[in-house]
T-cell receptor, first 113, second 114 residues
Framework: EPEVTQTPSHQVTQMGQEVILRCVPI?????FYWYRQILGQKVEFLVS????????KSEIFDDQFSVERPDGSNFTLKIRSTKLEDSAMYFC???????????FGEGSWLTVV | GESVGLHLPTLSVQEGDNSIINCAYS??????FIWYKQESGKGPQFIID?????DKRQGQRVTVLLNKTVKHLSLQIAATQPGDSAVYFC?????????????FGKGTTLSVSS
């Protein structure tokens, strides 16, 4: 079964450093998402991406965050200058088309120290 | 305020029992709802979904009920098994009607003892 894959599975970074989390969405999907989940809390929407541009974003997705689809397969989330409160599990997800199911990856656990 | 939420943070059942997990939502315009299962250290896994033009949908051992009058969603798991132990989230399509993003509730931790 096709799946969303994410790398790295776990990254530890120093506060203030830049981090790039990578995702390979399901190959024929058109919509891509990043969500985050702080330990023990709910899954929070960050951003959605469609047709090579951001289509929706939440209040969490401020100027420190950016997304990019550098080629036909990867979808990345960049955090420019990490803060302690950015420590969370970050999930990538993809959707074939509106009306279908959103599929999630296994997550990248980011620890900012 | 929170758009989607769950009534109970935890639910403990015996193997073989039926489980009912509840969720309340506040946006009466929501037209699409999904239940996800999240096992420890893993991503949310789709279980079942329902659109607002339906009030019940059945899958394999799972049933979702939607009561639009009281804005309530429930997930019923028949003959609960230890492998069903996980956190269950309900999610709804976000407030942007043209968008596709999902908004998640807080989650209910289901513990199944054998």
């Amino acid at each position: 079964e096709p799946e969303v894959t994410q790398t790295p599975s776990h990254q530890v970074t120093q506060m203030g450093q830049e981090v790039i989390l990578r995702c390979v969405p399901i190959s024929n999907h058109l919509y891509f998402y990043w969500y985050r989940q702080i330990l023990g809390q709910k899954v929070e929407f960050l951003v959605s991406f469609y047709n090579n541009e951001i289509s929706e974003k939440s209040e969490i997705f401020d100027d420190q965050f950016s997304v990019e689809r550098p080629d036909g397969s990867n979808f990345t989330l960049k955090i420019r200058s990490t803060k302690l409160e950015d420590s969370a599990m970050y999930f990538c997800a993809s959707l074939l088309d509106s009306g279908n199911t959103i599929y999630f990856g296994e997550g990248s656990w980011l620890t900012v120290v | 305020g929170e758009s989607v939420g769950l009534h109970l943070p935890t639910l403990s059942v015996q193997e073989g029992d039926n489980s009912i997990i509840n969720c309340a939502y506040s946006n009466s315009a929501s037209d699409y709802f999904i239940w996800y299962k999240q096992e420890s250290g893993k991503g949310p896994q789709f279980i079942i979904d329902i659109r607002s033009n339906m009030d019940k949908r059945q899958g394999q051992r799972v049933t979702v009920l939607l009561n639009k009058t009281v804005k309530h969603l429930s997930l019923q798991i028949a003959a609960t098994q230890p492998g069903d132990s996980a956190v269950y989230f309900c999610a709804e399509k976000g407030p942007n009607q043209a968008g596709t993003a999902l908004i998640f509730g807080k989650g209910t931790t289901l513990s199944v003892s054998s």
